[in-house]
């Protein structure tokens, strides 16, 4: 499975931008996908998760009330609208296929990654 991450880029705090990640394959419509970033000196963590369906999501607490994340299995896509962006958003977010159904935070139980596409977001 190969995946196109695209829509990042520049913006102002308090901005908004979706990010799209297409997958070459229409079998991740039976997996959990999610996007996890990575700020320059630190560690990847979990952004959004979204399971099969679409009817159970995660967040991790830094983006919560700001950041959605949706899927369409139709186009084998999912997205993160991101919005009331902060610099410390600034990241390059990755989209990911999980081993399983569902979503999880932990980054090991996904298989397939995409590229990233940068987000930098200036005060």
């Known amino acids: 499975v190969q995946l196109q991450a695209s829509g990042g880029g520049p913006v102002q705090a308090g901005g908004s931008l979706r990010l799209s990640c297409a997958a070459s394959r229409s079998t991740i419509s039976n997996n959990g996908m999610a996007w996890f970033r990575r700020a320059p000196g630190k560690e990847r963590e979990f952004v959004a998760g979204?399971?099969?369906?679409?009817?159970?999501?995660q967040y991790a607490d830094a983006v919560k009330g700001r950041f959605t994340i949706s899927r369409d299995n139709a186009k084998n896509t999912v997205y993160l609208q991101m919005n009331s962006l902060k610099p410390e958003d600034t990241a390059a977010y990755f989209c990911?296929?999980?081993?399983?159904?569902?979503?999880?935070?932990?980054?090991?139980?996904?298989?397939?990654w995409g590229q990233g596409t940068q987000v930098t977001v200036s005060s």
């Open positions: 979204i399971a099969y369906r679409g009817d159970t999501i």
């Open positions: 990911a296929v999980s081993l399983t159904p569902y979503s999880s935070t932990d980054s090991g139980r996904y298989r397939y």
